[in-house]
């Protein structure tokens, strides 16, 4: 008898949530609002998870699940849709035996005994253009290369052999004026070894330069930042057991009685000229930007006083208790081996988001989804996209209207040598109750006059993670040119 395909009847995989597991190709989106700007001339590329069948465990999570890439074409005042599994070793085995065969997250001890050895990695987090390549991205495994146009899975990619370690993270920096991209692999030798590579790759996609660190403990590092001359690395205690793992228990632990870490180092550095410096017990899952002002280094992040995911456990047993992410800045004064905290905006905030252009400088425009100054109880959480100015302190929002959220910002700028901040954003926008998508285009300036043009999907992007806007002249000739 075989194997009925039944996902569990759990919030995760109800409505909004429900696995939607089909390729589309949509020539021309309907336009139903406003104009389409003539200057945007390229594609968004955006990632996430989709469940290709129901899971093996019922300890899932919203973070797993096989990897979906869709890409928007904009040209010409028009749009064409597409989206495509990514063809990972994982789902080319699950393909094959018609069920899940991977087990709990990224616990490779509780995989069906067929696939013992296969690799686990999803590529389902972040879609980036390097080296003439679209790269899709997960941290716990090496990229995965896809066609820029069909989307069809190349494979995995090794930087000519340049990556050694397993894997490489999903957050890499794009240094649009160098056209280098800096990166790291984290637990770099396999699961809870501490061994932190950071790496640089050049325009070609050649690895030139790298520094390995040992990490404090085998934690989890899911985001980084790169300013024009250090690169700063954060330690939070969500940390790898391998005991724990074997044992079918969770990839990662709270560990509430251990503190935040944070290294720096030159960007052309070595191990030897790492910085450290320790922190109080809290969480980040993404930075804003960073940047260097003399001796100081300050980072952005959206900063939670605590654990920051509640589907990975205390080791303690204690329950899980929410702390919403703020905008906070972190300063590191190199001379006096200081560390402050500063929070910069009330609201709470996730997946920030800056005009690239800027990324390592000094800067003064933040993207973010966040809750609406004028969210009631009972409305969608963080389902406003706001532009917060840091001169100003200001935060200036923009929601899609009830039963409505939105997915992370895409910044575009206006035209080349456009000013900061001088641009659109792409966003997508979940309409919950009819279970389809939009994409709006904001001026990213002027976000409460709402979008310059909404285009309605017939169908619905899921979820994604992260993706960028790639040019169709970068497209074309693998550099940026700023």
Known sequence: MPEVVRFPEIPLYQGWGVPHRAESDIRDL??????????????????????????RTAQDVFIDGEGMVHMFRIAAGRVDYRNRWVRTERFVLQEAARRSLFGRYRNRYTNDPSVAGANMG??????????????????????????????????????AGGLRSVSLTAHPKLDLHRNELIAFSYQAQGDATRDLVIYISDADGRMVHEIPLQMPYAGMVHDFA???????????????????????????????????????????????????????????????????????????????????????????????KQAPPLLTRVSFNLTTEELGMQRLMGAPCEM???????????????????????????????????????????????????????QEPTFVPRAPGAAEGDGYLLVLVNRLSQ???????LDAQRLEDGPLALVRMPTRVRATFHGMWVPAQTLATGRYGI
């Open 352 to 406: 920030p988001k800056i005009d690239d252009r800027w990324m390592g400088k000094p800067y003064r425009h933040g993207f973010v989804i966040c809750r609406a100054p004028d969210a009631v109880a009972g409305a969608v959480g963080m389902g406003a996209i706001g532009r917060f100015d840091h001169h100003l302190g200001v935060l200036s929002t923009w929601s899609p209207g009830p039963d409505s959220g939105v």
């Open 122 to 159: 999803t590529a389902n987090t972040n879609v980036v253009w390097h080296g003439r390549r679209l790269l899709v991205l997960k941290e716990d495994s090496r990229p995965m290369e896809v066609d820029p146009d069909t989307l069809a899975t190349r494979g995995e990619f090794d930087f």
């Open 226 to 320: 790169v300013t024009e001359s250090h690169i700063i690395v954060p330690f939070f205690p969500l940390i790898t057991d391998l005991e724990v793992i074997k044992a079918g228990g969770p990839y990662y632990q709270w560990h509430p009685d251990q503190p935040s870490f944070f290294a720096i180092v030159p960007r052309r550095g070595t191990a030897g000229e790492v910085r450290w410096f320790r922190g109080p017990t809290v969480s980040a899952g993404h930075m804003m930007n960073a940047f260097t002002d003399g001796d100081s280094v300050h980072l952005d992040l959206c900063l939670y006083a605590g654990n920051c995911f509640d589907f990975f456990p205390s080791r303690d047993g204690a329950p899980f």
């Open 30 to 55: 309907e336009v139903i609002q406003g104009e389409i700007p003539a200057a945007l001339n390229g594609t968004l590329y955006r990632c996430g998870p989709d469940r290709q069948y129901p899971p």
């Open 435 to 441: 279970l389809r998508s939009d994409l709006a285009i």
